[in-house]
């Protein structure tokens, strides 16, 4: 019997193949994310392909998949599976370099609507451990969103427990996906899904 390794979601390289490599499924998880229905997506077009290595020892990947939602959203996933000090910094950086996108030219209106998802393999916030988070610019006083075009949010993959009965039960499914540990374990979940 042949001794092979698994690589599962969390794997940079398989992250990137799996994504980058089928529109449908990048468009499942991007729709699951953002807690649309399918049929109110037409599209979305990966913004950043990634050359990848010919296999998982040989990838040089940035862990970023930037995509355009029906050509109005930019959606940005970053997949960080080992605990980063100085992430809300980080990811705040990453939500402003997919925002800024205007051309000469173009008008402050033309920019799009941005949305920065880090599917964390740690909890960013140990004091308020949260399963699934949504970040906005807000009056602390009056609740008054700042814009309608900021939004940062956080699937933390260790908080499957905390997640209620009211959370999308596609959500707890992909966030099962990227915590798999084994083919069996992983086959299991899609069904009798592709």
């Known amino acids: 019997?042949?001794?092979?390794?698994?690589?599962?979601?969390?794997?940079?390289?398989?992250?990137?193949?799996?994504?980058?490599?089928?529109?449908?499924?990048?468009?499942?998880l991007v729709c699951t994310l953002m807690r649309l229905d399918e049929k109110e997506v037409t599209d979305v077009v990966l913004q950043n392909p990634i050359e990848l290595g010919k296999s998982v020892s040989e990838k040089d990947c940035v862990l970023d998949i930037k995509a355009l939602l029906n050509g109005t959203k930019v959606i940005n996933i970053e997949l960080q599976v080992h605990r980063q000090r100085f992430w809300p910094e980080r990811s705040l950086l990453y939500w402003s370099r997919s925002y800024d996108s205007l051309e000469r030219g173009q008008e402050y209106s033309d920019l799009k609507e941005t949305c920065h998802i880090g599917i964390l393999g740690f909890t960013l916030f140990p004091e308020n451990p949260d399963f699934y988070a949504e970040y906005r610019i807000m009056n602390q006083r009056t609740?008054?969103?700042?814009?309608?075009?900021?939004?940062?949010?956080?699937?933390?993959l260790t908080q499957i427990e905390k997640a209620d009965e009211a959370t999308d039960q596609k959500l707890i499914k992909w966030a099962r996906i990227f915590r798999a540990r084994s083919e069996k374990e992983l086959q299991e979940l899609a069904g009798d899904e592709e």
């Not at 042949?2 to 449908?24: C, I, K, W």
């Not at 609740?143 to 933390?156: A, E, G, M, N, W």
């Open 1 to 28: 019997m042949e001794n092979t390794r698994f690589y599962g979601m969390q794997n940079d390289f398989m992250f990137h193949a799996v994504l980058q490599n089928s529109p449908r499924i990048l468009k499942h």
């Open 143 to 156: 609740q008054q969103c700042y814009t309608d075009k900021f939004c940062i949010r956080v699937l933390d």
